[in-house]
Every structure is written in C-alpha cells, then in structure tokens.
C-alpha cells in the first residue's frame, strides 16, 4: 500500500475555499482555471508544487484540473513534463468519465497518454452501455474502480459494480461516503475483499452530511480501515482525500499523511520516497 494524493482536495482551491454549498462551483472555478492552454503551464506547476511541498511523489488526477473533454496534446505535454520534474507520476484519474461513449472514449485517450492505469468514479456509460465500456476498458488495458456514493452497503455497491470482467471492473472505496451512509468503513472492505482495487481514504465529520475533516477527527474508523486492507493483503494506492469548502485543507493533509505513514510502518510500508 502507498498513499496517493488526490487532486480534488484542492477542487473549492479556485474560490479561496468560501463555497456556497455546491459542488458544481468547484467543477466550474477548476475548468475555467486550467482549460485555457496558455496559461496551463504555470497554473499546473503551481498546483503541483503544493502538492510536492506535502511530501507526495505519486498524483490521483481529479478530472477538473484536466478534463476528457478539453484535453489536448499540448495538456498533455506540458502535464507531463511538470510532473517529470518534479519526479512525480500519475496513478489514477477520478471523477465522471462521461455521459456518452464518444465522451468516455475521450477519457481513455487522456489516460493512455498519461499512461495512467486506472479510472477511480463513474459514468453513464457504465451503467447504460456496460458491455461497450468493458470493451474499450479491455483494448487498452485500463481498470474501472466504481466508486460508492449513495450506496447504503458493501452489497448494494456490489450489486451495482457487477462482474469483475476478468479484473478490470472492481470497486474504489471512498471510506467517508460509508461514514455518511453510517456503515463502518473498515467492515466494508472485508466485505467487499477482492473486489478493491483502489481506496479514496477519507473521514466525515459525521453520519448524515458529508463533510470531510483530518483523520481521526471525525466518524470514519480510518486507521482500521488500513488495518484490515493490510490483513487482506491489498496491495494498492491509499489515495489521501479531504476536500472542504470552508478552508484551505493543507495542514489537515499534512497531519493526514503523517499519521498514514505511522500506521503503514509495522507493515513494512510506511518509508518515505
């Protein structure tokens, strides 16, 4: 296991953390942000140089700070190269991957010239036209992990996820919308066993409301759900996710990461890069 930073912990970065309650705020101050090529450079590497500053080499791309559908060539050079410098690499991408096939296939595009392995979120085109996603999934090789949001238990995820279609559809655990849903994270995982292949790790202030907070701060058995991936012999990214509205999460991350890496330690996982 290694812990991954997600970029959407940033995603309410663009208003100066003062949201009015609507994620949509957050997609939008992100596109207008990143999408305009010339400036892309610059505004990139910033981001990422935060990111590096916190101690993370390895990046979950969340689909605002570039998107399937305005990507371009050039995005894609200069994301690259930023990253390189930085000696940092891009694991997964999260988010929606579209509304109709052309859309996910965009997607695919963007992640294979990132070269990136796995899509973390979901997308209409899973639920609609399964067969079609499986089979562009296939043709390049890249992973799905649908991610719980409203589902209420490890079995209603299960029924929506479906067949693992020889290892390429599975599930991405986000620890804190089980804490919203009032299902301890930690017995989730073992239920679902096999079937993770990613781990969006994040606590909630409380049941009900989705409102992240550091670890250890809120209702999410965040430190058993690392124990029990271990014991199940997981052996993928632990992406660090805490995206609030009202202030800049930074420090929370710091503290986050820090505390991760203690618990990683007795498993022989917790080294720094």
Known sequence: M???????????RQVNY????????????????????ETFEARFDELLGEVDALGFRDIELWHF?????????????????????????????CGGFGDDLPEFERTLGLVRALDIPL??????????????????LRDLGVRFGYENHPEKTPQELLDRTGPDEGGLVGVTVDTGWFG???????EAVRELGERVIHVHLKDVREVGRHDTVGYGQGV?????????????????????????????????????????????VPHGQGARP
């Open 119 to 136: 899509l973390a979120g979901n997308s209409r085109v899973f639920r609609e036209q399964r067969a079609e996603f499986v089979a562009r």
């Open 220 to 264: 999410v058995p965040v430190r058993e759900v690392v124990e029990a991936l271990s014991y199940m012999g997981y052996g993928g990214y632990l992406s660090v996710e805490h995206e609030p509205e009202q202030f800049d999460p930074t420090d929370d991350l710091l503290e986050s990461l820090r505390q991760l890496r203690s618990w990683l």
């Open 18 to 37: 003062r949201a009015t309650g609507d994620w949509g705020q957050a997609c939008r101050t992100s596109r207008e942000h990143f999408a305009p090529v």
């Open 65 to 93: 700070h570039l998107h399937q559908n305005w990507w371009t060539p050039e995005h894609v050079e200069i994301a690259l190269d930023t990253a390189g410098r930085r000696g940092m690499r891009f694991v997964a991408y």
């Open 2 to 12: 290694k812990p991954v930073f997600n970029t959407a912990n940033f995603a309410f």
């Open 180 to 186: 919203t849903q009032g299902y301890p994270a930690d």
